[in-house]
């Protein structure tokens, strides 16, 4: 049996649909590029016959995918299957992702439907995918709930139908790696046509083990690992892809298998999303979390200082990662600069890396920290960055433990200056009801708010990054400052802007079409 193991990831479609998540077109388009370059071997781009907006997002990573194989997720229903096969047209290689549930739990209570009525639908929605695209495969939700004997005959109706890949989910991360490693086991001796597919994993993360389990599946026969960036994913997440990347590349001892991912693309990729989504990565996250490779203890530091391998297992940068962690700001020089754009895949020649240069500077003068995001929109646009409309003048609190707490918040608006106060549930709160007196933005609610300390002590400074979302569109804001509550101010206005010149350039837009 071959030891290459192919990725599918699914961060823009098991990972999107988590509480939060949701990516605008131009987000899964950049997301989508980047795991294409990076080497997964499936992209599942989305559910098209969930929305218009995801059939469109199918179409277009479909459009712009250069080596990846597009995969779109669909019921066992004619309709659903349909909109995969037009979402994923222009790809140049393409994949029908159909899925049913198997559990007698499922069938009874969510398809009101007997285990035979679930076989034939398995075979016609198959067959049907299968007369459309070579490429099929064939999901079994709840797997890992499904008693051994039915789950044998549905994978071989799926097989018997066409399915090239029969994935065996643990849909709701209920799985051990023992119990896991014994059903793929069981699969590849009790079905008779098992040497005609490839079997994939898909593992939730409800118990912490999906990583694990994904590895044992493997060991166990399966050849196919479905993941995502950072783990995201439904309720606790998917298994992440960095974590069995590295594990495979760094225990090739015990777990000698290959994938086709460039390592060093992880921590852009992992950051990409962040920037995208506005939720960081908890600190201790492995291979991608902020102290993944930082050595705190003097006796850790001293022992680094003579070996690195005497703590660390891999190099940061065999994932992308400086010693370092490279931060821009006004004052970064170009080397920096392109140092940095290398690290997140951009390699761009002499006169292309002067303009991103003197585009960067001029953002950098209005923003105390440039993120990736801001990065990359700085290499991607052409037209340079929007114009901050809104910009940060003073603040003035009355915090305490006797409310109601009181901002006095002063912001330039298109260069003139204006100042609101407001009282709230706190100091965040009254700042926030100051900002919409000052810009009413009344659509508009704050789906995400998320502070962190950047460094140590009572005098750290802090990270705030919040999230406005508008009509279903969501924009990310990012603040820096000793004090958290002017961090959140300007996290707010960041935000804001971004908001604004989507805003201003919607009419645009529609009378250039
Ligand atoms: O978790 C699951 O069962 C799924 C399937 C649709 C593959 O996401
Ligand atoms: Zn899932």
């Known amino acids: 049996m071959s030891d290459r193991v192919w990725l599918f990831d699914t961060t823009l479609r098991d990972g999107e649909q ?42 277009k990573v479909s459009e712009q995918t250069q080596n990846a194989i597009v995969a779109g997720l669909c019921r066992a229903v004619q309709k ?71 789950l044998c005959k549905a994978v071989e109706t799926a097989i018997a139908a066409g399915a090239s890949t029969v994935n065996i989910p643990d849909t709701v991360g209920y799985t051990v790696p023992e119990e896991y490693f014994a059903l793929i086991k069981m699969l590849k001796d009790r079905v008779p046509n098992i040497d005609r597919a490839v079997i994939s994993t898909h593992c939730h993360n409800d118990l912490g083990l999906a990583v694990a389990n994904s590895l044992a599946g493997i060991r166990a026969g399966a ?64 291979v991608v979390g902020a102290n993944a490779f930082a050595h705190e203890s003097g006796i850790h530091q001293d022992g680094m200082l003579k070996n690195a391998q005497t703590y660390e297992i891999m190099t940061p940068e065999s994932v992308g990662r400086d010693r370092s962690d490279l931060v821009l700001g006004k004052h970064s020089g170009r080397n920096a600069f392109r140092t940095k754009l290398q690290a997140l895949g951009y390699n761009l020649d002499d006169a292309a890396l ?49 409310g109601p707490q009181e901002a006095e918040l002063t912001v330039k608006i298109d260069g003139a200056k204006k100042t609101a106060k407001a009282t709230g549930k706190g100091p965040v709160d009254a700042c926030f009801k100051a900002m919409r007196v000052l ?28 999230r406005l979302t508008e009509n279903g569109q969501n924009f990310n804001g990012t603040g820096i400052d000793t004090d958290v509550i002017v961090a959140s101010c300007r996290a ?19 009378t250039a079409n």
Not at 32 to 49: C, N, S, T
Not at 89 to 106: G, N, Q
Not at 371 to 398: A, N, Q
Not at 492 to 505: E, H, K, P, T, V
């Open 18 to 59: 988590s509480p939060g998540y949701s990516m605008t077109l131009d987000e899964k388009l950049r997301m989508a590029a980047m795991l294409d370059d990076m080497g997964l071997d499936i992209i599942e781009a989305g559910f098209p016959a969930a929305s218009r907006g995801d059939f469109e997002a199918v179409y």
């Open 80 to 150: 659903d299957i349909e909109a995969v096969i037009e979402a994923t047209k222009p790809a140049t290689r393409k994949r029908i992702h159909t899925f049913i549930s198997t559990s007698e739990l499922h069938m009874k209570h969510k398809l009101q439907a007997t285990p035979e009525r679930v076989l034939e639908l398995i075979h016609e929605s198959v067959s049907f995918a299968r007369n459309h695209c070579e490429d099929v495969e064939w999901s079994a939700e709840d797997a890992t709930r499904t008693s051994h004997d039915y």
């Open 223 to 286: 050849r196919q690992i479905e993941c995502t960036i950072n783990g995201i994913g439904e309720r606790a997440g998917n298994a992440s892809m960095e974590e069995i990347v590295m594990t495979c590349r760094t225990r090739q001892d015990v777990m000698p298998y290959e994938t086709g991912i460039k390592t060093e693309m992880i921590m852009p990729a992992s950051r990409l999303l962040t920037d995208i989504t506005g939720f960081s990565v908890q600190p201790n996250k492995a």
């Open 354 to 402: 002067n303009a991103a240069f003197d585009r960067f500077k001029d953002f950098a003068d209005r923003k105390k920290k440039v993120s990736d995001d801001d990065l990359i929109l700085i290499v991607t646009s052409k037209d340079g960055l929007p114009e901050e409309r809104v910009e940060f003048i003073s603040l003035g609190v009355k915090s305490g433990s006797y």
């Open 439 to 466: 810009v009413p933005h009344d659509a508009a609610m704050l789906s995400n708010y998320e502070l962190r300390a950047l460094t140590h002590g009572s005098d750290a400074k802090g990270e705030v990054n919040i």
């Open 492 to 510: 707010y206005i960041d935000a804001l802007n971004r908001m604004l010149s989507a805003r201003d350039a919607a009419p645009r837009k529609a």
